[in-house]
T-cell receptor, first 114, second 112 residues
Framework: EAGVAQSPRYKIIEKRQSVAFWCNPI?????LYWYQQILGQGPKLLIQ????????DSQLPKDRFSAERLKGVDSTLKIQPAKLEDSAVYLC????????????FGPGTRLTVL | DQQVKQNSPSLSVQEGRISILNCDYT??????FLWYKKYPAEGPTFLIS?????DKNEDGRFTVFLNKSAKHLSLHIVPSQPGDSAVYFC???????????FGKGTSLLVTP
């Protein structure tokens, strides 16, 4: 069974530029999560989708971050414009359903904002 | 506010000995707890979990203990192996939510 796929693996941009990350979850998984992991910290949830609907986006900085999962499968996370403090690893995870279903993580995208 | 705390950033253990990783939480509404393991340049992988209705869960070399009154859980690895060297994250789920609330992680080094 293929795992969670993410691209790109690495991205370097200058502040005020835009960037987008892509995630393809495990086939059949209804729930998709985006986490931000800043160096030295644990991952922090940005947004959670159930199929193509948003379940929780309370910690998403909506003035600059946006995410979509239009067809209920893959998802994109966008930052526009980027700030220095957005430098982090962006992790995508998926699970079969909600609640305590195990979340499976992708390898992450390491973003550096200069 | 960090609701899940892992106060030891690193731990070094000899191969064959027991590794004990600790985690404290502040939110009494957390009712499900997990440990994830992370190798460099990879995403976290699920290791073991425990529901708040239990005080112990065991899976092979890994055992998680939960002390609800102290709001404390620990992960025991016996015996420790060099391949266990990784960063271990403690995480908790609120009884009305689904998101994982992670600690900062503990880097475990198992030396031969």
């Amino acid at each position: 069974e293929a795992g969670v796929a993410q691209s790109p693996r690495y991205k370097i941009i200058e502040k005020r530029q835009s960037v987008a990350f892509w995630c393809n979850p495990i086939s059949g998984h209804a729930t998709l999560y985006w986490y931000q992991q800043i160096l030295g910290q644990g991952p922090k949830l940005l947004i959670q989708f159930q199929n193509n609907g948003v379940v929780d986006d309370s910690q998403l900085p909506k003035d600059r971050f946006s995410a979509e999962r239009l067809k209920g499968v893959d998802s994109t996370l966008k930052i526009q414009p980027a700030k220095l403090e957005d430098s982090a690893v962006y992790l995508c995870a998926s699970s079969p359903g909600l609640g305590t279903d195990t979340q499976y993580f992708g390898p992450g995208t390491r973003l550096t904002v200069l | 506010d960090q609701q899940v705390k892992q106060n030891s950033p690193s731990l070094s253990v000899q191969e064959g000995r027991i590794s004990i990783l600790n985690c404290d939480y502040t939110n009494s509404m957390f009712d499900y707890f997990l440990w994830y393991k992370k190798y460099p340049a990879e995403g976290p992988t699920f290791l073991i979990s425990i529901s708040s209705i239990k005080d112990k869960n065991e899976d092979g070399r890994f055992t998680v203990f939960l002390n609800k009154s102290a709001k404390h859980l620990s992960l025991h690895i016996v015996p420790s192996q060099p391949g266990d060297s990784a960063v271990y994250f403690c995480a908790a789920i609120h009884n009305s939510g689904y998101a994982l609330n992670f600690g900062k992680g503990t880097s475990l080094l198992v030396t031969p």
